[in-house]
């Protein structure tokens, strides 16, 4: 059973960063892709960043530029690089993994199938 625990959430003002980190343990195996979602205040769950088995990376349009993932596939873990955050970022965060193996991106939550517990950030105006 592959078990995730994510780090780093916290509040921040509006243009200031923040790190988060998801620690993956368990049958960590078989992983074709690492993903970050997302789910701000009385809104469904939305896709955030991906990164592949061989580095690729995929950006939802509303973070690209801002966002940066990071993948260690060998140290069982995923970071998330959140720069210049706005109020809108306002969410939980959550990271999750899937054994697709694929070179398209990974974006659909139903492709997951482990998911850490969530991390809330709050950007403040």
Known sequence: QVR????????????????LSCAISGRAGNRGAMAWFRQPPGKEREF????NWIGDTRYADSVKGRFTISGDYAGNRVHLRLNNLK???????????????????VTLPSDYEAWGQGTQVTVSS
């Open 4 to 19: 995730l625990v994510e780090s780093g959430g916290g509040l921040v003002q509006a243009g200031g960063s923040l790190t």
């Open 48 to 51: 955030v960043a991906t990164v």
């Open 87 to 105: 109020p809108e970022d306002t969410a939980v965060y959550y990271c999750a993994t899937s054994t697709l193996y694929t070179q398209d991106a």
